[in-house]
């Protein structure tokens, strides 16, 4: 089992920045794939960026030159930068993990607002 805390969520004005920490624990020897998701209201669960064990990364188009995944795997950690934030990108954030045995992991969700 794997065990997923983010942090970091909050209020924020347009065009301002925010960054999202999620630690895992548990059997964290398995995960494989790191990430992020988000849920607007009214919308289904969409994907941000996720970050491989080999570092590689892929993004959600919107996304795209604003946001910045990393991964800290002595610390168990993933980290979403997020910056030029637009009033479209409030949501709850949702870290996410998948091991090798293709188990998906989710957190409890963190909330980002965007507004002036």
């Known amino acids: 089992q794997v065990q997923l805390v983010e942090s970091g969520g909050g209020l924020a004005q347009p065009g301002e920045s925010l960054r999202l920490s999620c630690t895992a624990s548990g059997t964290i020897f398995s995960i494989s794939i790191m990430g992020w998701y988000r849920q607007a209201p009214g919308k289904q669960r969409a994907l941000v960026a996720t970050i491989n064990n080999g570092l590689w990364t892929h993004y959600a188009d919107s996304v795209k030159g604003r946001f910045t995944i990393s991964r800290d795997n002595a610390k168990n950690t993933v980290y979403l930068q997020m910056n030029s934030l637009k009033p479209e990108d409030t949501a709850v954030y949702y870290c996410?993990?998948?091991?090798?045995?293709?188990?998906?992991?989710w957190g409890q969700g963190t909330q980002v607002t965007v507004s002036s």
């Open positions: 996410y993990s998948q091991s090798r045995s293709m188990v998906d992991y």
